[in-house]
């Protein structure tokens, strides 16, 4: 199993442009998680998908995020327009029964 | 919503001693437990799980973790910590049937050769 794949591994990108980060689960796994982590505010929960529905997305900072699941295998967190505070590490996560397997993640910096 | 608490940001320990980190959590309902570790530049990785059954769980490398329900805890353990177990440790916590996963800040271990 690959575990679960994301893209890109770094990005750098100016002020104002629209970025788009990937995710490909688990085969099998039905929950899919995005988080980001900074240093100033940890590992946060933006939102989760059950069977590529949307359950909770309280955790998304603002109307500039969005995240789909078009089907099982590929969910895509887009941040239009990015801004400088939007740099973090952002992590996809997959599960089936509780807890998660993450991604090794996307090293977003928005200058 | 669940909270997690890890009183200990920052531990700092030599090889060979023994490791505790406190994990509190406030639901008090049925609730899945976790530990990952985030070793430096990379993602984080199950250490070990907690869903029902004998309280002790072990987990990979040497860890494990004692789940006591009177007291909302979950601490991790290890009886002699390596330079290479110099990593981020997150508690985290879900309530049993639901999936959301909620994580604690954090605690950062340095091993000291």
């Known amino acids: 199993d690959a575990g679960v794949i994301q893209s890109p591994r770094h990005e750098v990108t100016e002020m104002g442009q629209e970025v788009t980060l990937r995710c490909k689960p688990i085969?099998?796994?039905?929950?899919l998680f995005w988080y980001r982590q900074t240093m100033m505010r940890g590992l946060e929960l933006l939102i989760y998908f059950n069977n590529n529905v949307p359950i909770d997305d309280s955790g998304m900072p603002e109307d500039r995020f969005s995240a789909k699941m078009p089907n099982a295998s590929f969910s895509t967190l887009k941040i239009q327009p990015s801004e400088p505070r939007d740099s973090a590490v952002y992590f996809c996560?997959?599960?089936?029964?509780?807890?998660?397997?993450f991604g090794s993640g996307t090293r977003l910096t928005v200058v | 919503a669940q909270s997690v608490s890890q009183h200990n940001h920052h531990v700092i320990l030599s090889e060979a001693a023994s490791l505790e980190l406190g994990c509190n959590y406030s639901?008090?309902?049925?609730?899945?437990l976790f530990w990952y570790v985030q070793y430096p530049g990379q993602h984080l990785q199950l250490l070990l799980k907690?869903?029902?059954?004998?309280?002790l769980v072990k987990g990979i490398k040497g860890f494990e973790a004692e789940f006591i329900k009177s007291k909302f805890s979950f601490n991790l353990r290890k009886p002699s910590v390596q330079w290479s177990d110099t990593a981020e440790y997150f508690c985290a916590v879900n309530d049993s049937g639901a999936n959301n996963l909620f994580f604690g800040t954090g605690t950062r271990l340095t091993v000291i050769p």
């Open positions: 085969s099998g796994h039905d929950y």
């Open positions: 907690y869903f029902s059954g004998d309280p």
């Open positions: 639901y008090g309902g049925t609730v899945n």
């Open positions: 996560a997959s599960s089936q029964q509780g807890g998660g397997t």
